[in-house]
């Protein structure tokens, strides 16, 4: 098992000791996640992985909160909100901007990139760096900028 698995599972204990329903409720949707998708896949997790799954569910939530605050929906909204919240305990401190365009700067130095058709070379450089630390759509947007 993965130290962060481990870690998870740890703070779902946790969370059953205080009774913290919302934090339990969270902890367990991402363990489903984490267990399907090692069934699904026949694999074992790394912390890699691990990562990128919760955030993926982090961007789910954030996607989610901006519809339902359209919608109108603001009880929906928090309950998705305090799901976040819960999601972003496990992951790394996001990184500043400068951190990203210093990455960014990496990649595309160690590719000798010059144009959009070597954008893939560059993404899978600064990808492993930045998962679970920034939103990859907002670094993909970068990537592009330079080109």
Avoid at 63 to 69: H, P
């Amino acid at each position: 098992m993965s130290d962060l698995k481990h870690h998870i599972t740890e703070q779902m204990k946790a969370a059953m000791r205080a009774r913290d329903k919302v934090r339990l409720g969270t902890i367990r949707l991402i363990l489903s996640d984490l267990n399907r998708i090692e069934v699904d896949e026949r694999i074992e997790l790394d912390d890699a992985r691990v990562l990128a799954s919760l955030d993926k569910m982090a961007k789910q939530r954030r996607d989610s909160i901006a519809q339902y605050l359209a919608a109108e929906r603001p009880e929906l909204a928090d309950k998705e909100q305090q799901e976040l919240e819960v999601i972003k305990t496990f992951l790394p401190q996001p990184l500043s901007d400068s951190d990203i365009e210093h990455i960014i700067d990496d990649a595309i130095n160690a590719t000798g990139a010059s144009s959009m058709q070597q954008m893939g070379q560059v993404m899978a450089l600064v990808k492993p760096r930045v998962q679970g630390r920034a939103d990859m759509g907002q670094v993909s947007t970068r990537v592009k900028a330079r080109f």
